[in-house]
């Protein structure tokens, strides 16, 4: 990753196709290891690539990658459950955010910080 964002730094620094070196140079300004294999790896992936098309191509990919959030996970019902499998998982969740309340009060161990 920091050989990546050398290269981004060096193409939002002007330099359109940065070399080995240009490479080094940033990395060794702030005494990163120079690693050659994976600058010469880089360097010829991008070799005759635009940058924002590569950023755009990444973007695209990336949107299909869950992020978690807005989805539920919903557990499916046992066999001849039926309707009542929802009942026993609210109870559930209603004795867990009991626990949660508890443990939060008990935080201060009978002290105030500011007493």
Known sequence: MKVIAAYLLAVLGGNANPTADDLKDILGSVGCEVDED???LLLSEVKGKDV?????????KLASVPSGGGAVAVAAPAAGGGAAAPAPAAAES????????????D???GFSLFD
Do not use: P
């Open 38 to 40: 994976r600058i010469e």
């Open 107 to 109: 935080d201060d161990m």
């Open 52 to 60: 924002t098309e590569l950023v755009a191509a990444g973007r695209e």
């Open 94 to 105: 209603k004795k867990e955010e009991k626990v949660e309340e508890k443990e939060e009060s």
